[in-house]
């Protein structure tokens, strides 16, 4: 069976750091894509990043560029979304998903973590 | 980047009628690359539809996708009590963006 585990809830303050985390099973670690998903409260989705674990193949969306770093241990199966400043505004729930590899494009997002909640606040 | 907006934004439906959700993008999707989920609250997305008319595993055949190029439509033939939901369309030919969604509800 597929699973996705991603890390608890975090209560930060605005201009710490986090790294939050997705854990993979079931399947080649390696051979799918992994994506980050925000969505703020009340809001949509919004497509972040992407990683393959097998090349470490990292692609961003020009909204998250430079705001947010995406890694992966293939090791540990395990994908990051870490931030070094965090801001109230990163305030959302975030969701790491797998996709299948198209000959380097990844597919749709067909399997899904059970999401990760992350308030910034002072 | 390629946008897709979604109409409507609620749609206000009886169980058992037909819902007809659109997604339109900015510019032509590769390859019919165009995907469906379902999300209700509280739950991460689930995948309905890939490659623009394609159910994924476990879908029922009350779901259905077509379309092509900037113009792509989810269907639910009946509308049972567990379909009301919001409903996201993503393109994932070039780069990936959601759309903003459509919100079925009861009326």
């Known amino acids: 069976e597929v699973q996705l585990v991603q890390s608890g809830a975090e209560v930060k303050k605005p201009g710490e750091s986090l790294k939050i985390s997705c854990k993979g099973s079931g399947y080649s670690f390696t051979s799918y894509w992994i994506g980050w998903v925000r969505q703020m409260p009340g809001k949509g989705l919004e497509w972040m990043g992407i990683?393959?674990?097998?090349?470490?193949?990292?692609r961003y969306s020009p909204s998250f560029q430079g705001q947010v770093t995406i890694s992966a241990d293939k090791s540990i199966s395990t994908a990051y979304l870490q931030w070094s400043s965090l801001k109230a505004s990163d305030t959302a729930m975030y969701y790491c998903?797998?996709?299948?590899?198209?000959?380097?494009?990844?597919?749709?997002?067909?399997?899904w973590g059970q999401g990760t909640l992350v308030t910034v606040s002072s | 980047e390629i946008v897709l907006t979604q109409s409507p934004g609620t749609l206000s439906l009886s169980p058992g009628e037909r819902a007809t959700l659109s997604c339109r993008a900015s510019?032509?999707?590769?390859?019919?690359?165009l995907a469906w989920y379902q999300q209700k609250p509280g739950q991460a997305p689930r995948l309905l539809i890939y490659g623009a008319s394609s159910r994924a595993t476990g879908i029922p055949d009350r779901f259905s996708g077509s379309g092509s190029g900037t113009d792509f439509t989810l269907t639910i033939s009946r509308l049972e009590p567990e379909d009301f939901a919001v409903y996201y369309c993503?393109?994932?030919?070039?780069?990936?963006?959601f759309g903003g969604g459509t919100k079925v509800e009861i009326k």
């Open positions: 993503q393109q994932y030919g070039t780069a990936l963006t």
């Open positions: 998903a797998s996709a299948l590899d198209y000959g380097g494009i990844p597919s749709a997002f067909d399997y």
């Open positions: 510019q032509s999707v590769s390859s019919s690359y």
């Open positions: 990683i393959y674990p097998g090349d470490s193949d990292t």
